[in-house]
Nanobody, 123 residues
Framework: VQLVESGGGLVQTGDSLKLSCAFSGGTFTANTMAWFRQAPGKEREFVAA????????YYQGSVEGRFTVSRDSAKQMAYLQMNSLKPEDTARYYC?????????????????WGQGTQVTVSS
């Protein structure tokens, strides 16, 4: 499985940004797709996840209501729509797949990772 993120950039507080993750080399419809982020000096943390068929999505508390995770099976893409961005959202954002069925929120639950895309929110 290969994952390639895109869509990051430099924005101002309150702006919106949409990240994309292109999936290849596996069965997209069998994979939960997740987003994590890592700020300098901090551990990589869960942001959001969307299972392949269930209607429920999972979010970290600090982004719930501002971020929306989605997927397009025809395009084999996952997305993270980020609204009302804050400086504390500044981080490198990673797409993940290969969920082992255990804990949606744990980075150890995912076996495949992209290289990440940088999001910087200025105040």
């Amino acid at each position: 499985v290969q994952l390639v993120e895109s869509g990051g950039g430099l924005v101002q507080t309150g702006d919106s940004l949409k990240l994309s993750c292109a999936f290849s080399g596996g069965t997209f419809t069998a994979n939960t797709m997740a987003w994590f982020r890592q700020a300098p000096g901090k551990e990589r943390e869960f942001v959001a996840a969307i299972p392949p068929s269930a209607p429920k999505q999972y979010y970290q508390g600090s982004v719930e209501g501002r971020f929306t995770v989605s997927r397009d099976s025809a395009k084999q893409m996952a997305y993270l729509q980020m609204n009302s961005l804050k400086p504390e959202d500044t981080a490198r954002y990673y797409c993940a797949a290969g969920f082992n069925g255990r804990n949606y929120y744990g980075r150890e639950s995912y076996g495949f990772w992209g290289q990440g895309t940088q999001v910087t929110v200025s105040s």
